[in-house]
Nanobody, 127 residues
Framework: QLQLVESGGGLVQPGGSLRLSCAAS????????VGWFRQAPGKEREGVSC????????YYGDSVKGRFTISRDNAKNTVYLQMNSLKPEDTGVYYC????????????????????WGQGTQVTVSS
């Protein structure tokens, strides 16, 4: 069964940090562009950050630039999202995604050409 499983969400105070992990099973992430989306209550799902399979190029949404860092460990078949200086507006459900082929980070994060979605992990930033 092909799936993406997120972990690492939780409750954190403003200014704090969290690291999300996404482990793939049933397929290898080596040839997939992968990324993270989030959905806040009452808002559309948005692309947060993506990383390509080919050259390691990355995409970050404007609201997270300088605070979030995406990385991948193909040996562990896992992608990570390090989130620092968290703000209340970062609250939402975070979803791991993957798209195969030679898709760019823009294709995934901006145009949402997604092959697989994870089930999501809740991140709450609150004092």
């Amino acid at each position: 069964q092909l799936q993406l499983v997120e972990s690492g969400g939780g409750l954190v105070q403003p200014g704090g940090s969290l690291r999300l992990s996404c482990a793939a099973s049933g397929f290898t992430l080596d040839y997939y562009t992968v990324g993270w989306f989030r959905q806040a209550p009452g808002k559309e799902r948005e692309g947060v950050s993506c990383i390509s399979s080919s050259d390691g190029s990355t995409y970050y949404g404007d609201s997270v630039k300088g605070r979030f860092t995406i990385s991948r460990d193909n040996a562990k078949n896992t992608v990570y999202l390090q989130m620092n200086s968290l703000k209340p507006e970062d609250t939402g459900v975070y979803y791991c995604t993957a798209v195969g082929g030679i898709s760019t980070v823009q294709a995934l994060c901006v145009f949402r050409t997604v092959d697989y979605w994870g089930q999501g992990t809740q991140v709450t930033v609150s004092s």
